[in-house]
């Protein structure tokens, strides 16, 4: 299957200030990335959808100007947890699909990330 | 609330045994439907999809799952599990609403004992 990266793997940050993920597909180009976070013992709950070019539709309850995203091209999108808090440490995972998310999405290992 | 329900959170069997890990949803109208696994320590990979055809739908490594409308399920099979198999499953749906979002169960974590 296609590849998904993510970057960082790990972070560890200090409240208030801000992190940015990166999400890339490596072999193929991905009209549209997921952002979804999962807790843990728990399953993944989807943040939000970017398309190539367009802003990011974020699904209710979630805030866009605490999760800014960024799809600027067909191989990277960005997710920047602004001001970050403790209850935004979670596990932050990218998907990518070049179907609009119709097919079979391609998973990012997921990014762990700690606010401290 | 329209939902993604697994029934089992953890399941243990020992190898060779079968397993069946139930999978229902509450969306009406046309979906397309997934397992998902997720070995530990690596990230989510497609187990097997259905779109549309025949009900039943063969993925890699030997399971299988069954798409019953009437009954909005999709269950997960394998006539025998293997040590390997050790890992968390995840059954999705995915719809169109003016675009595609999907839904992820919460999940099955299944030990295979050796």
């Known amino acids: 299957g296609a590849v998904v990266s993510q970057h960082p793997s790990r972070v560890i940050c200090k409240s208030g200030t801000s992190v940015k993920i990166e999400c890339r597909s490596l072999?193929?180009?991905?009209?549209?990335m997921f952002w979804y976070r999962q807790f843990p013992k728990q399953s993944l709950m989807l943040m939000a959808t970017s398309n190539e070019g367009s802003k990011a539709t974020y699904e209710q309850g979630v805030e866009k100007d605490k999760f800014l995203i960024n799809h600027a091209s067909l191989t990277l999108s960005t997710l920047t947890v602004t001001s970050a808090h403790p209850e935004d440490s979670s596990f932050y995972i990218c998907?990518?699909?070049?179907?609009?998310?119709?097919?079979?999405?391609?998973f990012g290992p997921g990014t762990r990330l700690t606010v401290l | 609330a329209q939902s993604v329900s697994q029934h089992n959170h953890h399941v243990i069997l020992s190898e060779a045994a079968s397993l069946e890990l139930g999978c229902n949803y509450s969306y009406g109208g046309t979906v397309n439907l997934f397992w998902y696994v997720q070995y530990p320590g690596q990230h989510l990979q497609l187990l097997l999809k259905?779109?549309?055809?025949?009900?039943l739908v063969k993925g890699i490594k030997g399971f299988e799952a069954e798409f019953i409308k009437s009954k909005f399920s999709f269950n997960l099979r394998k006539p025998s599990v293997q040590w390997s198999d050790t890992a968390e499953y995840f059954c999705?749906?995915?719809?169109?609403?003016?675009?595609?979002?999907?839904?992820f169960g919460a999940g099955t974590r299944l030990f295979v004992k050796a």
């Open positions: 999705a749906v995915t719809r169109g609403t003016g675009g595609f979002k999907t839904i």
């Open positions: 259905y779109f549309s055809g025949d009900p």
């Open positions: 072999d193929f180009q991905a009209t549209t």
């Open positions: 998907s990518a699909s070049d179907s609009g998310g119709a097919y079979e999405q391609f």
